[in-house]
Structure formats: structure tokens, C-alpha cells
């Protein structure tokens, strides 16, 4: 399998990495790879420039600030589920993380890439929403924090702009009781719809083109789910109900 | 990089991916490649000791790391690292495509837990496809593996 051709670049310092999203037309960011070179070795995706941010081991901490955890761009969700930081503050954020794909594939991964792909069914962005989360956005122009509420744009689209790198992501610690739960057609796969919960706050996780907020009372209200072959809408939409009842009698 | 412990020459092509270094550039064969977008786990090698996906990789991306195939488990003529003499003692395998790929996932998992649980097992096993086995003799192979571990 063959990748299109790009041009590879190996930054060794943040600034460097920001020049060259400033610099570079259609460059693409590459941390764990794990959603990035599927999309690369079916062609779905063309950059002409990866930027791989891999040489910026500063990027991999996590640690505790503003009554929640924050990590780098190049956490990986592996030592973000194994953190015993993270478990004592954010235990959502490490069920969460426990559903995400297989351990092989979060080894790779990593927490800051999942919410900046933006895949509709994908947990952590919903878990940034219900828990109020954000991310910041760092370039030559400046700093500026993203709150999950304004992140999320549409599939696979975020408030990112082009010449933004995504350095870190803020999860605070959940104010009441949470839960996530979500049903797949077989562990591991992307999620056919899933809700996150925290005290009163449910967000969905595949069933519309971005991670929603939705009333507990009535979650299904305004939805309009796609269908595919693994779920019709009317399944997705039977889904929500189920698992919703399920998170809010955690 | 260092592959099986030799240092390699870096590859030329960055769009080459990590799994096709391993089998074209290196002739190392033994990473079997099936779905080659991350979901199959054929192409599970060690990258400084932990299982990752070759596929899912740029081989420029390995480089100053250490990567582990099935080849370097046990050297020609050598016993069997305990993984491969569970998966051939328990029947683990019936054509053998995916069993580079179990072998190195489980190589991994058994670091992390030494003392698995049957639930450990199914999880740790998840990101590997078998289409003959039913992986009932996977199961088991595990075990003995985390037996022979212990043994060694």
C-alpha cells in the first residue's frame, strides 16, 4: 500500500513545527497516525505537506491544572488510560479512553489527534462537550483557548484554522456523576451511537455530524441520525434511548 | 533504526510505509500485511517494546526507535520464545496469516499482565482478526504463554 506523495517534515521544536503550518500550503498534522494514514493509504486524504510532530517528546505531558488534567498533543491515549493522575481526576476520561479502538491502536494514538479529526462516532470529543472541556490552539500568529462547545464544526471539520497546531487538550474533573456508554456491532469498532454523561449534562457520540448536547429528558428530540449498513436511523435513534436511560441510572 | 537489534539504513521514500520497509526494503516477511489500514493486526511489531500497527506508520517515523518483528523472537534453531511454543502447543493457529501479529500483540499484553485474567485475555486479543482458529486455541494459547513466562 502506498500513501500519495507528500513532503515529509520532521520538526524538532514547537515553533518550528507552527513555521511550517504558517508557511506551508495544505499541510497536515501527524501525531499518531492512527486516523491520518488510514485516510493516507486509501487516498481518501492528499496533503501535499505532513508535518509530523513526533520529534516533540515536550507535547507528551499530562498533568493536573484548573480542577481537570491537560495533555500535550503527543499524549497517547495508552499513558492517558494508564495515568494514575488522569484516574483520580478525570475517571471519565479513562473509561473513555478504554473505548477507544484496541490497545495495539492507542499504544499510537493519542488524545489531542482524536479530538482535532473530529470523527463524528469518536468518544473523546463528546466526553471534551459533556464535560466542558477545552483545547488550545497554538501558531506564529498566537495562543488562543478553543472551549468543546465551539470545537466541533461538522464531520471531520473543527474551528482549527490551517496554520493552527492543536498543543493541548483540557479535561476538567466531572462535577456529579458520569457515565459513557455505547453500542458497537463488534468491540472496538467505531461506535453506532453512544452518549456520555455528566451530573445532568448528555452528549451523543454518533449520531449527527458532531458530538451534541442534548436534554436529558428527551435525547432523541431534533435528532436526525444518518443510516449506513451497520444501523438505519430509526436503530440509531432506538439506541440513543436505550443508553440513555442506561448512563442516567449510573 | 534498529531492527532485530541491527541497525538499518533509513528508508528513501517518506510515503513508505512501515510494514513495507519491513517486508520489501529488509526482506523481513514475517510482518504479514492483511487490511493494511489498521484494523486486522497482521502487521503488529514491537516499537521499543510496546505493539503498534506497521501499517498505520511512516518507516521515516521509526527511525532513532527499535523495532521487534516476529523474526527477532527466536533466532534460527533456537527454542521458541514462550509465545510461539503456546500458540504451538495450543493449536493456536490453523493457516497462520494472523499469527505474527497474535504472537507480537500478545508478546506486548503479556509485558503489561503477566497474570492475565480470562477477560484480560479477550481484551487483550480484541485488535486481532483470526478467520479460522475461533480463537478458542488462541485463548488458551495465552495462557500457556503467560505459564511458559513465568517458567522462564
Not at chain 1, 85 to 111: D, S
Not at chain 2, 32 to 60: F, I, Q, W
Request: aromatic share 4%; proline share 7%; net charge neutral.
Amino acid at each position: 500500500m502506498k500513501p500519495p506523495p507528500f513532503k515529509y517534515h520532521g520538526p524538532t521544536s514547537i515553533d518550528d513545527a507552527c513555521d511550517l503550518l504558517s508557511s506551508l500550503e495544505d499541510a497536515k498534522v501527524l501525531a499518531g497516525g492512527q486516523s491520518l494514514v488510514p485516510l493516507l493509504n486509501f487516498r481518501l486524504a492528499r496533503p501535499a505537506h505532513i508535518v509530523d510532530i513526533n520529534r516533540l517528546p515536550e507535547l507528551a505531558r499530562i498533568y493536573e491544572r484548573d480542577g481537570g488534567v491537560a495533555m500535550g498533543a503527543l499524549a497517547r491515549q495508552a499513558a492517558v488510560e494508564d495515568s494514575d493522575l488522569v484516574a483520580r481526576i478525570c475517571p471519565l476520561l479513562t473509561k473513555a479512553i478504554g473505548l477507544v479502538a484496541h490497545r495495539v491502536i492507542r499504544n499510537r494514538g493519542t488524545v489531542c489527534g482524536s479530538l482535532a479529526h473530529a470523527d463524528p462516532a469518536s468518544e473523546l470529543p463528546a466526553a471534551l462537550l459533556a464535560l466542558g472541556g477545552h483545547v488550545i490552539a497554538l501558531s506564529t500568529r498566537g495562543q488562543r483557548v478553543i472551549p468543546a462547545a465551539e470545537l466541533f464544526k461538522g464531520v471531520f471539520e473543527t474551528a482549527l484554522a490551517p496554520d493552527e497546531l492543536l498543543v493541548e487538550a483540557w479535561f476538567p474533573a466531572p462535577s456529579g456523576v458520569f457515565a459513557i456508554a455505547e453500542e458497537s456491532r463488534r468491540h472496538g469498532d467505531f461506535a453506532l451511537a453512544g452518549v456520555v454523561r455528566v451530573a445532568d449534562r448528555l452528549a451523543l457520540f454518533g449520531v449527527a455530524p458532531t458530538p451534541v448536547l442534548v436534554d436529558a429528558r428527551d435525547p432523541t428530540r431534533g435528532l436526525k441520525p444518518s443510516g449506513d449498513l451497520e444501523a438505519t436511523p430509526e436503530f440509531r435513534l432506538h439506541l440513543v434511548k436505550v443508553l440513555a436511560k442506561r448512563v442516567l441510572a449510573a | 533504526m534498529k531492527v532485530n537489534g541491527v541497525n538499518r539504513p533509513a528508508p528513501v521514500d517518506p510515503r513508505r510505509l512501515l510494514s513495507d520497509h519491513l517486508r520489501h526494503d529488509l526482506g523481513l516477511t514475517g510482518t504479514h500485511v492483511g487490511c493494511e489500514h489498521g484494523v486486522c493486526g497482521c502487521c503488529t511489531v514491537l516499537l521499543d517494546g510496546a505493539p503498534v500497527r506497521s501499517c498505520l506508520m511512516l518507516a521515516v517515523q521509526a527511525e532513532g526507535h527499535e523495532v521487534t518483528t516476529i523474526e527477532g523472537l527466536a533466532a534460527p534453531g533456537a527454542p521458541l520464545h514462550p509465545v510461539q511454543q503456546a500458540f504451538h502447543e495450543c493449536h493456536g493457529l490453523q493457516c497462520g496469516f494472523c499469527t505474527p501479529g497474535f504472537v507480537m500483540s500478545v508478546v506486548g499484553f503479556l509485558e503489561e499482565n503477566p497474570n492475565p485474567s480470562p477477560e484480560q485475555i479477550d481484551e487483550g486479543i480484541s485488535g486481532n482478526l483470526c478467520r479460522c482458529t475461533g480463537y478458542a486455541s488462541i485463548r488458551r494459547a495465552v495462557h500457556r504463554a503467560a505459564e511458559l513466562s513465568h517458567k522462564k
